[in-house]
């Protein structure tokens, strides 16, 4: 009885090391995953914005004050690596874009009560788009998100053109940068 335990066990893990192995062998995953949301009106938030961000923009930041204007709305956290990776290009691409009508939101959502590690983020890259907290992660669960980072790309006439999920890339900003400007 004792190895008929131990041959379930080795094919349990074996099957299980599979699976793993044949996920990372697949190639890279297709960060453009359709989204429900795409070719419907944006979900509408109003929530608190960082401090820094109050003197333009107030205290809160609602959607609707950015109506006709393309958007770029990026949610990140403060423990997610990759938000790390990706927010030197945000900040690049809103230098470059912030005369434009183009107007970048980032959303610091699924992390409760994380306001100091949020501000550390915004002040380690020098962030000058706004930045809003979705402490309740209810605005998240709105758009539909798997994780973070996630990047919105919305028109002009407030409908969500793409969504990519994970960091955003230099021909990522491109690409939808061009098709947002059209």
């Not at 608190?48 to 204007?69: K, M, Q, W």
């Amino acid at each position: 009885m004792r190895s008929r335990g131990l041959l379930m066990t080795v094919l349990v893990v074996g099957a299980l090391g599979g699976l793993f192995a044949f996920g990372l062998l697949r190639g890279e995953p297709d960060r453009d995953i359709p989204s429900a949301l795409i070719g419907r009106p944006a979900p509408a938030f109003e929530l608190p914005l960082y401090e820094r961000y109050a003197p333009e923009y107030g205290p809160t930041l609602a959607l609707s004050e950015l109506a006709g204007r393309p958007l770029v709305v990026n949610f990140w956290a403060s423990w997610c690596a990759p938000c790390y990776d990706e927010a030197p290009v945000l900040q690049a691409y809103w230098r470059e874009y912030q005369d434009t009508d183009v107007v970048f939101v980032g959303v610091q959502t699924q992390d409760r009560g994380k306001r100091a590690e949020g501000r550390a983020f915004i002040e380690q890259f020098g962030l000058t788009f706004p930045n809003v907290v979705d402490d309740d992660s209810l605005v998240s669960v709105d758009w539909g998100l798997f994780g973070v980072p996630e990047t919105f790309f919305v028109a002009r006439d407030g409908t969500v053109l793409d969504k990519h999920i994970g960091p955003v890339t230099p021909e990522v900003m491109d690409r939808q940068l061009a098709a947002l400007l059209r």
